[in-house]
């Protein structure tokens, strides 16, 4: 009797961390932020962590603590930050672009998760003459076109245009 009394409060505890697993997985896959994506699998990942010390298995529950959280969401963490980056040349002949092109231009890149770095060389793009955004890759161009900062870009006299690779 003292037993299934025991068996029945694990089964409260275990219960409700468990159904947090799914719970955890759909809301990390339906995550359109990056780095929102980063904070659920950390989550994800103590929450088994924690699922594994209770069902009596501490080794996994370390190695997963270890391996499963720590280690790839730092890794994840270090990739997101080298990669989310559009690398732009600024425009010819040492102008600059006006304070409130660039803002507008910032403003429309953090809403598809992108940090702006200007590079002397081309890296993904540059700035024309005119004014116009320059990219060489058809799937950013898309990306920034179907983002709402598009329009206030082109309010602005902006344009966004594809280059042929060279």
């Given amino acids: 009797m003292i037993r299934s009394l025991t068996l029945a409060g694990e089964l409260d505890l275990l219960l409700p961390i468990t159904a947090l697993l799914p719970l955890t ?3 990390l896959v339906g995550q359109s932020n990056p780095y929102q994506t980063l904070v659920m699998r950390g989550i994800l990942g103590s929450v088994a962590t924690l699922l594994y010390a ?3 298995a501490p080794d996994v529950a370390l190695t997963e603590a270890m391996v499963g959280t720590l280690l790839s969401t730092t890794l994840y963490a270090v990739a997101l930050r080298s990669s989310m980056v559009l690398r732009l040349a600024p425009p010819p002949h040492g102008e600059r ?9 910032r403003a429309w890149l953090d809403q598809v998760h992108l940090r702006l770095e200007w590079t002397p060389v081309e890296g993904h793009g540059r700035i024309g003459a005119d004014g116009e955004l320059v990219l060489v890759n058809r799937r950013l161009v898309e990306r920034l076109r179907e983002a709402e900062g598009y329009g206030a870009w082109q309010a602005g006299g902006g344009r966004l245009l594809l280059e042929a690779p060279r």
């Avoid at 672009?97 to 231009?105: F, G, M, N, V």
């Fill in 54 to 56: 209770l069902l009596g």
């Fill in 97 to 105: 672009l006006a304070p409130e092109r660039e803002t507008a231009l």
């Fill in 25 to 27: 997985a759909v809301l």
